[in-house]
């Protein structure tokens, strides 16, 4: 991917809210399910990752680009942005 993909999709995800926290529990297998079926309905998913969470942004989007094969596109703060191109039918796709 690159940078100049990277920074459409960061400038996309800004103007969205956060769908997904990730708290004091850190990153279990319903957060990532979670995350997994918004990418595929979205993909494009903006995360906040809270003070008390055990890991920060940049562990987090590390950890779950990994698991669920996703771009990693951003961790700006205490917020994360991950990409993934969906197959689902019926999904408005992002041009890239």
Same mark, same amino acid.
């Given at each position: 991917? !690159? /940078?100049? !993909? ?8 800004s103007? !969205?809210?956060? $769908? ?6 850190? *990153?279990? @297998? +319903? ?6 079926q918004? %990418? @595929? =309905?979205?993909e %494009?998913?903006? *995360? /906040?990752? $809270?003070?008390?969470? #055990?890991v920060? &942004? =940049? +562990?987090?989007? +590390? %950890?779950? /680009?990994? /698991?669920? =094969? &996703? +771009? #990693? *596109? &951003?961790a700006?703060?205490? !917020? ?7 197959? &689902? ?8």
């Amino acid at each position: 991917m !690159t /940078s100049k !993909t990277r920074a459409k999709l960061r400038s996309l995800a800004s103007q !969205t809210s956060s $769908l997904f926290q990730i708290g004091k529990g850190g *990153i279990n @297998d +319903e957060l990532s399910k979670g995350v997994s079926q918004a %990418l @595929d =309905k979205r993909e %494009l998913v903006k *995360i /906040s990752v $809270l003070k008390t969470s #055990p890991v920060s &942004a =940049k +562990e987090a989007m +590390e %950890l779950l /680009s990994e /698991s669920l =094969k &996703a +771009e #990693p *596109i &951003a961790a700006t703060g205490n !917020t994360l942005v991950l990409y993934r191109k969906s197959n &689902a039918d019926g999904v408005k796709h992002i041009e890239l």
